[in-house]
């Protein structure tokens, strides 16, 4: 019964069965159309048998195991331990639903190497090949690698990420087998979406500010339009002037005076006179002192403290304290 069950349906006993608090956290991981689909599956869901309910949760429980599994050493040692605990047939099973519902993504076992290593790999590697392969990795791995590789490669590899489409299948093995020996041959079959803008805004938000100004201003130069579109989707420092009055001060109530001093030492006027009207009199005062007397700074260090106080504002915005509001309309981008 519970295997003739939508996925959809599944998920939605699931998080019924998990109760109001855990599946408000798992909500937020969601994209807004899989909100929308579930909040119709819970509405529309009755009494659910208390045994198929068991049976879903137990699919749910080995899933997730399952996830845990590749996730520690890859596909065939996941696998492996499902062979060994539940025999061949339900361990292929299992893998099988979980390659399909999951879309176990390509390069997975290198979702777990240090940046640094897989940097050493790919570094001299073609500009399109490391497109291919930041394009799949995690954007914190992602961005360390672009931050680390020189300058010249940098523009080009962002530039290649943001207009990659979708990579035959054939393309991909081949490239797996070379970064990783014993990769798993279970792959989605067809063609898989890599890239695009949505990807290197990710990683581009995760990389140093040196080098997100030096893509985005090359960018500019080159491809004005795609460049564009990129800083629309993106949040920067500067940017603070969007936010609302009680979103600023939630900000400054989390992000070190140091911090603050060093960013508005090179910050624009706007953006100071913003931060200054959403303080107290007095503590205004005092850090425009602090900045005064700070004396001649390294543009890196006050660069770096505006990507401190950017990653205190994302986070806010994630766990929904502040709302960041860009674009037109109701469209809110991180």
Do not use: W
Not at 156 to 161: G, L, S, Y
């Amino acid at each position: 019964m519970a295997r003739r069950l939508s996925g959809k349906v599944k998920a939605a006993i699931v998080l019924v069965t998990l109760g109001p608090e855990i599946s408000a956290e798992v909500f937020k991981h969601l994209t807004e159309s899989e909100i929308e689909n579930l909040t119709l599956e819970l509405a529309n869901l009755r009494k659910v048998d208390p045994e198929v309910r068991e049976r879903v949760m137990e699919e749910f429980s080995q899933l997730y195991q399952a996830q845990e599994y590749i996730s520690q050493g890859g596909i065939d040692y996941a696998r492996e331990i499902l062979e060994k605990a539940l025999g061949p047939r339900k361990a292929t099973d299992i893998i099988e639903r979980l390659t399909e519902t999951l879309q176990i993504r390509p390069f997975d076992f290198a979702r777990s190497t240090d940046p640094a290593q897989l940097l050493n790999f790919i570094q001299n590697e073609h500009p399109q090949t490391i497109s291919l392969v930041l394009s799949y990795l995690l954007p914190e791995q992602a961005g360390a690698i672009l931050s680390a590789l020189p300058a010249d490669k940098q523009v080009d590899i962002a530039q290649r990420v943001a207009t990659m489409d979708r990579t035959s299948p054939e393309v991909l093995t081949d490239l797996e087998s070379l970064l990783e020996k014993k990769i798993s041959t279970f792959m989605t079959h067809g063609y898989m979406s890599a890239g695009g803008i949505d990807s290197i805004v990710d990683i581009l938000n995760r990389c140093d500010r040196s080098t997100e100004k030096t893509i985005l201003e090359a960018l500019s130069e080159e491809d004005p339009e795609l460049a564009e579109e990129i800083k629309r989707r993106m949040f920067v420092f500067e940017d603070i002037i969007i936010l609302d009055d009680r979103a600023i001060q939630q900000v400054l109530r989390e992000v070190d005076t140091k911090d603050l001093a060093l960013a508005l030492k090179t910050s624009s006027e706007e953006v100071a006179d913003r931060v200054y009207k959403n303080m107290s009199k007095r503590a205004a005062e005092m850090l425009k002192e602090d900045i005064q007397f700070m004396g001649p700074v390294r543009l890196r260090d006050a660069e770096d403290a505006q990507q401190r106080i950017v990653n205190v504002i994302r986070r806010l915005e994630e766990a929904g304290e502040i709302i960041v509001a860009r674009g037109s309309g109701d469209e809110i981008i991180v």
